[in-house]
């Protein structure tokens, strides 16, 4: 197998982590299956040897969970047996076949393909879709993102990043980028801008975080308010004129009615809903207005609580009211091997079944699903397919969740683990890890340089797992879908060459039409057999690679590859990221061809989304607390910690700090309800009760409370089903979520707080 033929003490093998977005280079020794040492890789592209502390902590991923090593299958009494690989693929594919029969294609969902760092398994997934007519699919990003793609989607038709690196003014809105990253080298970035006397920062959080004590401007404002302060931000821009006016009627549509609501706004009165004093929002407002270039970055801390999708929309007007788009140190468009979100398709498309809400993207809300599942309606949500995501912890309401799993006529999982999820699954296929086979993100957002890893496998898969790309080839054989002939005859031509395989590909699509449907395993069976050992999962990006070098011909060429023909230009690249262990700069841009990227019929911004800017005009009249006398406070339901990661992280002894998941609350609430650190509190909510110890921190406001995601797991590696830490979506609702995008408020949670005796 690639890079592992040893498994030396002495070697080094290069990688990425894939416990966050950024996905930085790391370099692992290996000691048989264990990680013995980690380091960054100085010689990735992207993150030049910068790695945080989770990193460090990788082998707790890859060995301290008890791993699933045989097919699981649910018997009557609720019990799961062992059962061998052909049997579970015999069954599990006459299972969604029979559903499909009986009641419909519609009647089945897709859920997940893809954590932090394997994106590949949402390629063969998107295979099985086509194959089964599944029409109904959702991920975590429609918990998070869809909000903000349904506003990209309508001004700029394209994904946009902010250029951090080179920002004069850098604003952190409901983002604490010392823990969550976002973007490369993110530490690195936050003291260069801190030790800068020519830049700035400006963090909106309530809470005092990491990143807001590098800030020259903290805007503590209380927990939920972020409409009223950015509409006082953007107010003051307004009516200070501190906009680009030129710009604007260059480069922009649809202004007139948004400058004409902005200007009405009462400054004084929004900043002090939003807890804040007039002086500081202008203050803040006239250093964004002196800059010549501003990036901003929204996270979960605005689009998991109150009017995230206007917040969305309203903070994106600040870089557009600035003129700082497709510019250095602005926002900009970017290419990638494969966007995340068809921005074209924001909001266009038919509302989901059962529920009548927004499907953004293709994508149905998170938070509906329980209800397409837990009903009588003959349109009902039937059977599921789950891979790589674990949507019972990690969803709103985690009980209603299992109780819409049990529900199901039919469901499988694909995992590494037993998880929260697979513990309610009809079968559970054991999947191989993330360094057990070849994997990819698709995260990359940097500009105007974009780069693309393929991370190979370190080591042989776990006997008794398998490669998703091989559970799909297998279910899609027994379905009767693959063509032995077929397949032969497009591998001999894979040993001629790309070429020769590219010309043979498209021939057979041309005389079998069905085959694009699947054509991920069509690409892994035939490709794939003939790429190095270890890789074959990755046979698919030949088609990405293709896709990049016809869209980005000029950016791909500036990139390294300006020697190569157009017509050999996506083969180069793909051979260059098969080879490349170190990541490879698949893009070059211009700022200037950042405006070809776009996605509006001119290509222009379009300012006027009407529904949000009436939205806007509402906010006067909607409340700025949601606390009430039952509940007092407000719990942010997974706050990112030094010391916490996402749940593939099982293993609760990784983490050296804050091992049981704290509660974080102020030294002034703390003493009104007489607790100290260790004790213990208990925290209900409108969706459940939990207990945890208290932490007292001064970073926390009055009123508001936090505790960490990546809690609340079964401890697999000690191979009992202990839970160390507060599982966060025992305490979240499904109706407290937003107008638009349907996202929950997970980061805003009414709440009470009582002392446990000890």
């Known amino acids: ?35 013995v040492r980690v380091r960054g890789n100085k010689a990735h592209v992207a993150s030049e040897g ?22 699981m299958r649910r018997e009557a009494d609720g019990s799961y047996t062992e059962v061998d690989w052909d049997t579970a693929i015999t069954e599990v594919a006459a299972g969604l076949q029979a559903i499909g029969a009986e009641h419909g294609q519609d009647k089945l969902m897709y859920y997940g393909g893809g954590g932090q760092g394997n994106h590949l398994v949402g390629v063969y997934g998107s295979g099985l879709r086509r194959a089964l007519g599944i029409k109904h699919r959702s991920n ?9 793609a349904y506003v990209e989607g309508r001004l700029t038709g394209a994904h946009t990043h902010g250029d951090f690196h080179h920002a004069e003014v850098s604003i952190f809105l409901g983002k604490n980028p010392w823990h969550s990253h976002g973007f490369d080298q993110a530490r690195r970035v936050l003291k260069e801008i801190n030790n800068d006397d020519n830049r700035s920062m400006i963090v909106i959080d309530p809470r005092r975080s990491e990143t807001a004590d590098l800030a020259d401007y903290h805007l503590a404002l209380k927990p939920g308010t972020d409409a009223f302060c950015i509409a006082a931000i953007l107010a003051t821009l307004v009516q200070e004129d501190l906009i680009k006016r030129a710009w604007l009627k260059e480069h922009a549509n649809g202004t007139e009615r948004i400058l004409e609501v902005l200007a009405d706004i009462d400054i004084a009165d929004y900043a002090g809903r939003a807890g804040l004093t007039e002086d500081d929002v202008r203050a803040a407002a006239r250093r964004i207005g002196r800059a010549q270039s501003v990036s901003i970055y929204e996270d979960l801390g605005i689009e998991m609580a109150p009017n995230s999708t206007l917040v969305s929309y309203l903070q994106r007007l600040i870089w557009i009211l600035m003129g700082s788009f497709n510019i250095p140190g602005g926002t900009t468009t970017h290419s990638g091997m494969a966007p995340l979100f068809n921005y074209k398709a924001t909001g266009s498309e038919p509302a989901a079944p059962i529920t009548g809400n927004m499907v953004i993207s293709g994508l149905v809300a998170c938070n509906d699903i329980p209800d397409m599942v837990l009903t009588d309606h003959p349109d009902r949500i039937r059977a599921m397919f789950i891979e790589s995501a674990n949507p019972v912890h990690s969803l709103a309401d985690s009980a209603k969740f299992r109780e819409a799993m049990r529900h199901l006529e039919f469901s499988v999982v694909l995992d590494v683990a037993m998880t929260e999820t697979a513990r309610e699954a009809s079968y559970v296929l054991p999947c191989s890890s993330q360094y057990e086979k070849a994997e990819a993100t698709f995260f990359g957002a940097s500009f105007p340089d974009n780069h693309f890893t393929v ?15 091989e559970i799909h080839s297998r279910l899609l054989r027994e379905m009767g ?36 449907a699947i054509a991920p395993v069509i690409l892994y069976e035939t490709l794939g057999k003939s790429l190095p050992d270890g890789l074959a999962d990755a046979a698919p990006l030949w088609f990405s690679c293709q896709q990049l070098a016809l869209r980005y011909t000029s950016a791909v060429k500036a990139a390294g590859f300006d020697d190569i023909a157009d017509e050999d230009l996506g083969d180069a690249v793909f051979e260059a990221v098969i080879a490349g262990r170190d990541g490879v700069t698949v893009t070059r841009h211009t700022y200037e061809q950042g405006w070809a990227m776009m996605g509006t019929a001119d290509g222009k911004v379009n300012a006027d989304i009407p529904e949000l800017i009436d939205d806007l005009v509402a906010l006067a009249d909607k409340p700025a607390d949601y606390r009430s006398d039952e509940f007092p406070f407000i719990l942010s339901a997974g706050e990112r910690r030094a010391f916490t990661a996402n749940t593939i992280m099982r293993d609760s002894s990784w983490r050296k700090k804050d091992p049981d998941g704290a509660l974080r609350l102020s030294p002034a609430d703390a003493a009104a309800l007489g607790v100290d650190n260790g004790d213990k509190i208990r925290i209900t909510t409108k969706g459940g009760s939990a207990v945890a110890p208290v932490e007292v921190n ?15 797991l079964y401890a697999e590696a000690d191979g009992d089903s202990e839970v160390v830490g507060v599982p966060p979506n025992e305490l979240t609702t499904l109706d407290w979520k937003d107008a638009y995008a349907g996202t929950p408020w997970h980061k805003h949670v009414p709440a009470k707080l009582e002392p446990v005796a000890s």
């Not at 070697?11 to 280079?25: F, M, R």
């Not at 910068?50 to 097919?71: D, F, I, V, W």
């Not at 975590?140 to 903000?148: D, F, H, I, N, V």
Request: aromatic fraction near 4%; charge should be negative.
């Open 140 to 148: 975590a990003l429609a918990q998070e993102k869809t909000g903000e």
């Open 455 to 469: 991370r190979a496998p370190i080591m042989e898969p776990l006997e008794g797992t398998l490669p998703e790309s």
């Open 50 to 71: 910068y790695t945080c502390e989770k990193a460090l902590r990788l082998n707790h991923y890859q060995n301290g969970m008890r791993r699933l090593t045989s097919p």
């Open 481 to 516: 879908m693959l063509d032995d002939d077929l397949l032969d005859t497009l591998r001999a031509a894979a040993q001629d060459g790309l070429k020769a395989y590219g010309a043979a590909l498209m021939e057979a699509g041309a005389a079998h039409p069905n085959l694009l």
């Open 1 to 35: 197998m690639t890079d592992t033929a040893a498994n030396d003490t002495n070697e080094w093998h290069k990688s990425v982590c894939i416990l966050c977005s950024a996905n930085c280079g790391v370099e692992l020794k290996l000691d048989g299956r264990e990680i």
């Open 698 to 712: 001064d970073s926390m406001q009055d009123g508001h409370i936090s505790i960490p995601n990546g809690m609340g």
